[in-house]
């Protein structure tokens, strides 16, 4: 059964705690993305990758930090450093990400640091 | 640089009436997608459009790209509660190297 899995689902964190997200995917997708979603609001890239050992930043980068060190493995870390981290984390990946391929979203997960 | 605006932000209907959500660039795009994302949910891919005046259909759902590939719509026939959910577009568009722009989304919400 192929896919793409977020772990955990919902995750709580004290503020000043880094917070690592999981993202997993069996479809052999060489592109995997990391969005952020605010209530009611649209989805913003934070970073992607279109190869292992590559990524780039998205347009809201600052305060986060990625590692693709196996094709089917993108994790995001979410640092201190990130002033609002509280919000909707979903992870997506595709084909190939100049060929405009549909993009395969995970379950997300809701991050609430206090 | 490259931007997709989406509106109306939201769409309150009553079930049976029909809706449109549309989708803008500020740039031309090789090709458009649109996703649903239903409530507590992710998104889920709807579609793909890639030629100038292109129109596709799924059941009740209409979906055209613009002949200048700047602007896209989704129309949505008859409205049902099950319709309910954010619509997104995604334009593909070349600035310094090709990356997909999500627009800000258009939440459906269907009075039984």
């Known amino acids: 059964d192929g896919g793409i899995t977020q772990s955990p689902k919902y995750l709580f964190r004290k503020e000043g705690q880094n917070v690592t997200l999981s993202c997993e995917q069996n479809l052999n997708h060489d592109a995997m993305y990391w969005y952020r979603q605010d209530p009611g609001q649209g989805l913003r890239l934070i970073y992607y990758s279109q190869i292992v050992n590559d990524f780039q930043k998205g347009d809201i980068a600052e305060g986060y930090s990625v590692s693709r060190e196996k094709k089917e493995s993108f994790p995001l870390t979410v640092t201190s450093a990130q002033k609002n981290p509280t919000a909707f984390y979903l992870c997506a990946s595709s084909i190939f990400d100049q060929g405009g391929y549909e993009q395969y979203f995970g379950p997300g997960t809701r991050l609430t640091v206090t | 640089g490259q931007q997709v605006m989406q509106i109306p932000q939201y769409q309150h209907v009553q079930e049976g009436e029909d809706f449109t959500t549309y989708c803008n660039s500020s740039?031309?795009?090789?090709?458009i997608q649109w996703y649903k994302q239903r409530p507590g949910g992710h998104p889920v891919f709807l579609i793909q459009?890639?030629?100038?005046?292109e129109v596709k259909k799924q059941k009740r759902l209409t979906f055209q790209f613009g002949e200048a590939k700047k602007n896209s719509s989704l129309h949505i026939t008859a409205t049902q509660t099950t319709d309910v959910g954010t619509y997104f577009c995604?334009?593909?568009?070349?600035?310094?190297?090709?990356?997909?722009?999500f627009g800000a989304g258009t939440r459906l919400f269907v009075k039984a």
């Open positions: 459009l890639v030629k100038s005046g």
């Open positions: 740039t031309t795009l090789s090709n």
């Open positions: 995604a334009g593909l568009g070349y600035t310094g190297g090709f990356k997909t722009i």
